[in-house]
């Protein structure tokens, strides 16, 4: 048992062949056409389609499915005969979903890809190269026009029942389209210019114009993007206001997928590339043989895999790396009182292994265990994750606090938000406190140091706590704030990149 006067929560990680996965070619991509388009329904993990044709031109279109995590994909569509290339591809869910190419040619499946119907999409159109949804009801498709007074951009909110053209700003030939969050999008096309849109698509404006060929974007939220183009990729931090340049050899950059912890891939011709701290810095993730594939698209599965489609069927396949995280609920509890873990980690986890220093029971092997803990003191807990191979393990230091709680009501843990988050300068608290009622606010980074200190005390009428954080380097912090009422409450808060 440990002094209770120790505050200090130490995150300590240990991983064993945890982060070694590369790109592999998966078993069987069930053809030798271009694979333009890919995508994975959310919420699973097994099911997963690809679009493309035959050569670069228009030519004997072809859709392929995954049922197995993608190891193995088999030709769905066409049945027989041949069909109008395809360039995209958006599954809603695991039957319902859409694809376009060529020749004005727009799909739609409800029976997961057993059989499709042409539906009206937009009109004038040469042929569509991206789509993508939302959420079950919205979504956008991209198309290459046949004039240059359309709009080359179309938008759907009732599931893609029906779709109406754009109002303004896409007269342009679009490349690629993607959502930033339920109201922004962005996309790239001809003339190197970046456009933004804040109302679902219906009205566009030139966010960025750095010339040349833009073929590719990806946001993983409303503040972080990447941009895929000829020898050049292009991130932003700040929705779209300013943007860091990264140079390469010379490959254009189609395949782009971005995620919110600062982690972004775009693959191009053989290679792709990868970035951890929000595009400060690109490094190669894989370098492919000369004339190896030219890639397209990059997307991730539910549970963190990731795959990049290319020319000659090729899909190559990168196991998300087994990473232990999780949370506790409350960490400050009375003698006697339980708390409820909850796994948080990432990767194809199939088994869990905890550690509950004083706790009972004292071990357990269930993904989110209900511990007791009958002693006062204040505890570490530990959790081992694999997938039957590789293995990761994280310990909280301190991070169970039990107190004898006599004559004491019991706690209320304090709730509070956190806006933005990711943030660049300025973090806005809000929380709900009493008239009196005294805060303490922390911020630590990962190791344990505190960065950031903040006390005070409730007005009654909501609080909104603002601290300027401008000053910490880009990366990943734990915020605790505790209450004379009640015990600690942890939030994990993202600083971007300035």
Same mark, same amino acid.
């Given at each position: 048992?440990?002094?209770?006067?120790?505050?200090?929560?130490?995150?300590?990680?240990?991983?064993?062949?945890?982060?070694?996965?590369?790109?592999?070619?998966?078993?069987?991509?069930?053809?030798?056409?271009?694979?333009?388009?890919?995508?994975?329904?959310?919420?699973?993990?097994?099911?997963?389609?690809?679009?493309?044709?035959?050569?670069?031109?228009?030519?004997?279109?072809?859709?392929?499915?995954?049922?197995?995590?993608?190891?193995?994909?088999?030709?769905?569509?066409?049945?027989?005969?041949?069909?109008?290339?395809?360039?995209?591809?958006?599954?809603?869910?695991?039957?319902?979903? $859409? *694809?376009? /190419?060529?020749?004005?040619?727009?799909? #739609?499946?409800? &029976? @997961? +890809?057993?059989? %499709? !119907?042409?539906?009206?999409?937009?009109?004038?159109?040469?042929?569509?190269?991206?789509?993508?949804?939302?959420?079950?009801?919205?979504?956008?498709?991209?198309?290459?026009?046949?004039?240059?007074?359309?709009?080359?951009?179309?938008?759907?909110?009732?599931?893609?029942?029906?779709?109406?053209?754009?109002?303004?700003?896409?007269?342009?030939?679009?490349?690629?389209?993607?959502?930033?969050?339920?109201?922004?999008? $962005? *996309?790239? /096309?001809?003339?190197?210019?970046?456009? #933004?849109?804040? &109302? @679902? +698509?219906?009205? %566009? !404006?030139?966010?960025?114009?750095?010339?040349?060929?833009?073929?590719?974007?990806?946001?993983?939220?409303?503040?972080?993007?990447?941009?895929?183009?000829?020898?050049?990729?292009?991130?932003?931090?700040?929705?779209?206001?300013?943007?860091?340049?990264?140079?390469?050899?010379?490959?254009?950059?189609?395949?782009?997928?971005?995620?919110?912890?600062?982690?972004?891939?775009?693959?191009?011709?053989?290679?792709?590339?990868?970035?951890?701290?929000?595009?400060?810095?690109?490094?190669?993730?894989?370098? @492919?043989?000369?004339?190896?594939?030219?890639?397209?698209?990059?997307?991730?599965?539910?549970?963190?895999?990731?795959?990049?489609?290319?020319?000659?069927?090729?899909?190559?396949?990168?196991?998300?790396?087994?990473?232990?995280?999780?949370?506790?609920?409350?960490?400050?509890?009375?003698?006697?009182?339980?708390?409820?873990?909850?796994?948080?980690?990432?990767?194809?986890?199939?088994?869990?292994?905890?550690?509950?220093?004083?706790?009972?029971?004292?071990?357990?092997?269930?993904?989110?265990?209900?511990?007791?803990?009958?002693?006062?003191?204040?505890?570490?807990?530990?959790?081992?994750?694999?997938?039957?191979?590789?293995?990761?393990?994280?310990?909280?230091?301190?991070?169970?606090?039990?107190?004898?709680?006599?004559?004491?009501?019991?706690?209320?843990?304090?709730?509070?938000?956190?806006?933005?988050?990711?943030?660049?300068?300025?973090?806005?608290?809000?929380?709900?406190?009493?008239?009196?009622?005294?805060?303490?606010?922390?911020?630590?980074?990962?190791?344990?140091?505190?960065?950031?200190?903040?006390?005070?005390?409730?007005?009654?009428?909501?609080?909104?706590?603002?601290?300027?954080?401008?000053?910490?380097?880009?990366?990943?912090?734990?915020?605790?704030?505790?209450?004379?009422?009640?015990?600690?409450?942890?939030?994990?808060?993202?600083?971007?990149?300035?």
């Amino acid at each position: 048992m440990k002094k209770l006067f120790t505050f200090l929560i130490t995150i300590i990680l240990i991983g064993g062949n945890a982060f070694a996965q590369t790109w592999e070619p998966v078993n069987n991509s069930g053809t030798s056409f271009i694979l333009y388009g890919l995508s994975f329904p959310s919420n699973q993990n097994d099911i997963g389609f690809a679009c493309g044709m035959r050569y670069t031109y228009d030519a004997d279109g072809v859709i392929v499915k995954t049922i197995d995590g993608g190891d193995n994909w088999t030709k769905i569509w066409p049945a027989s005969g041949t069909i109008s290339g395809l360039e995209g591809i958006w599954f809603i869910n695991e039957q319902l979903g $859409f *694809a376009g /190419g060529w020749n004005n040619y727009f799909i #739609k499946t409800t &029976d @997961g +890809g057993a059989s %499709w !119907t042409e539906v009206s999409c937009g009109t004038n159109v040469f042929y569509y190269v991206d789509v993508v949804f939302r959420d079950e009801n919205n979504g956008v498709a991209a198309a290459m026009m046949e004039g240059e007074t359309d709009e080359a951009i179309f938008i759907t909110s009732d599931g893609g029942d029906t779709w109406i053209p754009a109002t303004s700003g896409t007269q342009v030939d679009i490349q690629s389209v993607c959502y930033a969050d339920d109201n922004t999008l $962005f *996309a790239v /096309g001809t003339g190197g210019k970046v456009y #933004k849109s804040i &109302d @679902g +698509g219906h009205n %566009w !404006t030139v966010q960025y114009s750095p010339g040349g060929t833009l073929v590719g974007v990806d946001f993983a939220n409303a503040s972080f993007g990447v941009v895929g183009a000829e020898e050049y990729i292009y991130t932003t931090v700040d929705g779209g206001e300013t943007w860091n340049t990264t140079q390469t050899g010379y490959e254009f950059f189609f395949g782009v997928k971005a995620f919110e912890n600062g982690t972004a891939y775009v693959a191009g011709d053989d290679n792709i590339y990868m970035t951890t701290d929000f595009g400060e810095t690109f490094l190669p993730d894989h370098q @492919g043989a000369y004339g190896e594939a030219t890639f397209y698209r990059v997307r991730s599965t539910s549970n963190g895999n990731l795959f990049a489609s290319g020319s000659g069927g090729t899909i190559l396949r990168k196991t998300a790396p087994i990473i232990a995280d999780f949370t506790a609920n409350p960490t400050t509890v009375c003698k006697d009182a339980s708390v409820a873990f909850t796994d948080m980690s990432s990767g194809n986890v199939t088994l869990w292994n905890w550690t509950f220093e004083g706790g009972n029971p004292a071990t357990s092997t269930a993904q989110n265990p209900v511990v007791t803990y009958n002693e006062t003191g204040i505890y570490d807990v530990t959790l081992e994750v694999s997938d039957g191979i590789n293995f990761h393990s994280i310990t909280a230091t301190d991070m169970i606090t039990v107190d004898d709680c006599t004559g004491i009501t019991e706690n209320r843990l304090p709730v509070f938000t956190l806006y933005p988050n990711p943030g660049v300068d300025l973090l806005n608290i809000g929380l709900q406190l009493t008239k009196g009622e005294a805060y303490t606010i922390v911020i630590r980074n990962l190791p344990g140091q505190t960065v950031s200190y903040r006390q005070g005390r409730g007005s009654g009428n909501g609080e909104i706590v603002q601290l300027n954080v401008a000053e910490l380097p880009a990366g990943s912090y734990i915020i605790g704030i505790t209450t004379t009422s009640g015990g600690t409450s942890f939030r994990k808060y993202i600083v971007a990149k300035k």
